[in-house]
């Protein structure tokens, strides 16, 4: 990366986020812009109501975007997504751990996303399984011992893949070890991941 001092932090890289780098870009400010890159109608095979871009698809047009920031030395843009996820989602990813969490009862649960959810869903997963990690590297030091006293690991290690077979997640890979957890992923609600492993 460019800097570690950004004069502006950027979350989404869809349509309005790439829109705001751009012309903070052309502003000659500083920008770090961090997202999966999935605008919110990714599924659909073309977009409408955009000038120039009426009928592209919406990879098209944030591909497009993309190449255009590439231009201004000032902008950074940050991949956040993890290989596989979007692959399992509603399959070997669930959302609700009410909804799942009895099927995969006393096995390894793992969770991730934001700092508002982690803790709560991460001691809710303790109701199903005594084997709850959560994935997080920005928990302060209560909420990381209030976690370990309901029995919860904390690991800091970013999750880089999920492995498995569309319908089933075998393992997880860590972007900083070579080894693999056995490991099923499931999310509670939305931006929260959580995890399944034997």
Same mark, same amino acid.
């Given at each position: 990366?460019?800097?570690? $001092? ?6 989404? %890289?869809? @349509? ?15 920008? /770090? !812009? ?10 659909? *095979?073309? +977009? ?11 990879? $098209? ?7 255009? /920031? ?9 991949? $956040?997504?993890?290989?596989?996820? !979007? ?10 751990? @009410?909804?799942?969490? &009895? ?5 390894? =649960? ?5 700092? &508002? &959810?982690?803790?709560?869903? !991460?001691?809710?997963?303790?109701g199903w399984s005594p084997?709850?990690?959560? *994935?997080?590297?920005? =928990? ?8 370990? +006293? ?6 800091? %290690? #970013? ?18 070890? #070579?080894?693999? %957890?056995?490991?099923? *992923? ?6 929260? %991941?959580?995890?399944?492993? #034997?």
């Amino acid at each position: 990366m460019m800097s570690v $001092d950004w004069d502006v932090l950027i979350i989404g %890289r869809s @349509y309005a986020g790439l829109s705001a780098a751009l012309n903070l870009g052309r502003a000659r400010r500083s920008v /770090l !812009a961090v997202g999966s890159g999935g605008p919110r109608n990714e599924s659909v *095979f073309h +977009a409408h109501g955009l000038i120039t871009q009426d009928g592209a698809s919406p990879g $098209d047009i944030i591909a497009a975007a993309e190449k255009e /920031l590439n231009k201004y030395p000032t902008v950074e843009l940050v991949d $956040d997504r993890v290989t596989g996820l !979007a692959e399992h989602w509603g399959r070997g990813v669930f959302t609700c751990a @009410y909804c799942d969490g &009895f099927e995969h009862g006393d096995t390894h =649960l793992a969770l991730t996303g934001s700092t &508002f &959810f982690v803790p709560p869903i !991460a001691r809710i997963l303790t109701g199903w399984s005594p084997h709850v990690t959560a *994935f997080s590297n920005d =928990l302060d030091a209560a909420v990381r011992a209030e976690l370990g +006293a309901h029995g919860v690991n904390v690991d800091e %290690r #970013p999750i880089a893949r999920l492995n498995g077979d569309g319908n089933t997640v075998s393992s997880l890979e860590l972007t900083d070890a #070579p080894t693999c %957890r056995s490991a099923r *992923f499931s999310s509670p609600s939305g931006p929260p %991941r959580t995890t399944n492993s #034997p």
